[in-house]
């Protein structure tokens, strides 16, 4: 009987195993299908007809040999622009300007534009708004006191919201490549109510004057996004931003509750 159980065990542990690998890893490490975008915002760059001096080619030459030797480390695409004008494009290790890319944390600037849009429009007042109020929704929200009802969206924006939160400290990954279940941001990528997850946090320093990187916080903008314009953080920033940028193709996933996954390393871009 106990075999047997041992036995369930470890086969339960490794379907775990193989599906977190799969969510949060798998997809980042394949060269992604080519998908052929006809146009592209940096294709239009316009320059004057006098265009004053020639760049020197061989100095571009060396920073792409530099680039393939791995002197710069793991780059997957180099674009230079001067005066206006598309001077350089080189894509390397298999890459190519018709594949989506992930973007990883680069997608937390990404959200931040969205939140400046959606305040430029009206959807929110601004950054000094509390983010409970945001979230009407949640009437029992854990280790609730005076400093988790006083942060604000510039707090969460700045990251410097005061949850309890370990991020950078503690391995993404063990070893093969496992997600680690006692780094803080893979934790939060378990919970089926990501929202609620991040707002039940206790507070370890008071809103405002540390900073602390943190995941949680550009999800939070998420649901504000979807809250306030009663849009995704996707559709509106497709609408508001991406195809503005000439950016047609483009994908961006979600989790439960049709929250986008604005933390990083889910928005994927051919630019």
């Not at 006098?50 to 571009?60: A, I, Q």
């Not at 680069?106 to 983010?131: F, H, M, P, R």
């Not at 999800?219 to 047609?248: C, D, H, V, W, Y």
């Amino acid at each position: 009987m106990k075999k047997k159980i041992l036995l369930f065990s470890v086969v339960i542990f490794t379907v775990l195993v193989v599906f977190l690998y799969r969510k949060i890893v798998g997809p980042a490490l394949p060269l992604p299908h080519t998908l052929h975008q006809v146009e592209y915002a940096v294709d239009n760059l316009q320059g004057a007809d006098d265009y004053p001096f020639e760049l020197d080619k061989k100095l571009l030459a060396e920073i792409v040999n530099k680039v393939e030797a791995g002197d710069y480390g793991n780059i997957h695409s180099l674009l230079i622009i001067h005066n206006d004008r598309l001077v350089l494009e080189k894509y390397f290790q298999g890459w190519t300007r018709h594949m989506l890319h992930p973007c990883f944390s680069a997608t937390k600037s990404v959200t931040s534009a969205l939140i400046g849009i959606a305040i430029e429009q009206g959807y929110i007042n601004g950054v000094d708004e509390t983010i409970l109020s945001y979230f009407p929704e949640y009437n029992d929200i854990h280790n609730l006191d005076k400093r988790k009802e006083s942060i604000t969206l510039k707090d969460v924006l700045t990251m410097t919201a005061g949850f309890a939160w370990d991020e950078m400290n503690t391995p993404y990954l063990l070893a093969w490549r496992i997600p680690n279940p006692k780094n803080d941001a893979i934790k939060l990528g378990l919970s089926w109510d990501l929202i609620k997850s991040v707002l039940d946090l206790p507070i370890s320093t008071p809103p405002g004057t540390k900073l602390v990187y943190n995941s949680a916080c550009t999800l939070l903008l998420s649901g504000i996004l979807k809250n306030k314009t009663g849009q995704s953080a996707e559709r509106f920033a497709g609408k508001n931003l991406f195809n503005p940028l000439g950016i047609t193709h483009w994908k961006w996933d979600t989790g439960p509750k049709g929250i986008t996954l604005t933390s990083g390393g889910a928005i994927s871009s051919p630019c």
